[in-house]
């Protein structure tokens, strides 16, 4: 059974930084995409970072680039986020996610879409206030 797991979210000021964990189990994803997610109250599920299977390159939403540093460990199949220069938009539960189809995928850039994903965690709180 597949579980993705997500650690490190937090209440923080504007301007701090955190660091979020994902780490999957009962499969290896060496081969596989993973993303980040996040969902503001009230709002849809959006794109925030995302990392090819053999980790290069990456893609980030307009708003989190040069902000946010995305990478991942195979060897603990984990994937994590870097934030810094966090600001209250920021604010949401970001989700960790897998893509299935990415294993076959030619694609240069990494999945970024939401119906991409396959497996997700349960989601880590960040919420950003001064």
């Known amino acids: 059974q597949v579980q993705l797991v997500e650690s490190g979210g937090g209440l923080v000021e504007p301007g701090d930084s955190l660091r979020l964990s994902c780490v999957a189990s009962?499969?290896?994803?060496?081969?596989?995409?993973m993303g980040w997610f996040r969902q503001a109250p009230g709002k849809e599920r959006e794109f925030v970072a995302a990392?090819?299977?053999?980790?290069?390159?990456?893609l980030y939403e307009d708003s989190v680039k040069g902000r946010f540093t995305i990478s991942r460990d195979v060897a603990k199949n984990a994937v994590y986020l870097q934030m810094s220069s966090l600001n209250t938009e920021d604010t949401a539960v970001y989700y960790c996610?897998?893509?299935?189809?990415?294993?076959?995928?030619?694609?240069?850039?990494?999945?970024?879409?939401?119906?991409?994903?396959?497996?997700w965690g349960q989601g880590t709180q960040v919420t950003v206030s001064p």
């Open positions: 990392i090819r299977r053999g980790g290069h390159p990456t």
């Open positions: 996610g897998v893509s299935e189809k990415s294993y076959y995928s030619g694609d240069y850039y990494p999945a970024s879409y939401l119906a991409d994903y396959d497996y």
């Open positions: 009962g499969r290896a994803f060496s081969s596989h995409d």
